[in-house]
């Protein structure tokens, strides 16, 4: 299955060169496509069998209202960091079908001042209690949140 993620780009300052973040941003110009503009694109790579399916990142209730409004195919999945718990985007989104995806859901090397939940204390304490790795335990919560929590590695795998 392949599925299209709507993406709405933003550099990290503390993550990269800052020569590098000067070279690219003065390269760019200000676009300012409307997002149903860009979905409509992304509708066509459904119909013409491209992708499965498409879907956003961290769109809010009123957002989805809005892209709902004006699409023929509905997002599949919405993005969403597992760190912030958003309780009202879960509910709208089971209730409207979406899927909640947890991005990075043990922790984002590339934002190295961000939370990271592999490190709080509650999860050391709980990996005792129950026996449990870390990993073991923040997967297991994202999936009973209801989240498709597909962990990521930047580690290249051993043979």
């Given at each position: 299955?392949?599925?299209?993620i709507?993406?709405?780009g933003r550099?990290?300052?503390?993550?990269?060169?800052?020569n590098?973040?000067n070279?690219?941003?003065?390269?760019?110009?200000?676009?300012?496509?409307?997002?149903i503009?860009?979905?409509?694109?992304?509708?066509?790579?459904?119909?013409?069998?491209?992708?499965?399916?498409?879907?956003?990142?961290?769109?809010?209730?009123?957002?989805h209202g809005?892209?709902?409004s004006k699409?023929?195919n509905?997002?599949?999945v919405?993005q969403?960091?597992?760190g912030?718990?958003q309780?009202?985007?879960?509910?709208?989104?089971?209730?409207?079908n979406?899927?909640?995806?947890?991005?990075?859901?043990l922790v984002n090397?590339?934002?190295?001042?961000?939370?990271?939940?592999?490190?709080?204390?509650?999860?050391?304490?709980?990996?005792?209690?129950?026996?449990?790795?870390?990993v073991q335990l923040?997967?297991?919560?994202g999936?009973?949140?209801?989240?498709?929590v597909?962990?990521?590695?930047?580690?290249?795998p051993?043979?």
């Amino acid at each position: 299955m392949l599925i299209y993620i709507l993406c709405i780009g933003r550099f990290h300052r503390n993550s990269m060169d800052t020569n590098f973040l000067n070279e690219i941003q003065s390269g760019l110009k200000d676009a300012r496509v409307p997002i149903i503009d860009t979905w409509r694109a992304m509708e066509k790579l459904v119909k013409d069998g491209k992708a499965c399916s498409i879907g956003v990142p961290n769109f809010t209730i009123p957002m989805h209202g809005d892209l709902l409004s004006k699409c023929e195919n509905p997002p599949a999945v919405n993005q969403v960091h597992p760190g912030l718990p958003q309780e009202e985007t879960l509910a709208y989104c089971k209730s409207e079908n979406i899927i909640l995806a947890a991005y990075s859901p043990l922790v984002n090397p590339v934002f190295l001042d961000a939370f990271k939940p592999i490190e709080e204390p509650i999860i050391f304490e709980l990996t005792k209690k129950y026996s449990k790795t870390s990993v073991q335990l923040l997967l297991n919560w994202g999936i009973n949140r209801g989240y498709a929590v597909i962990p990521k590695s930047v580690t290249p795998p051993s043979n």
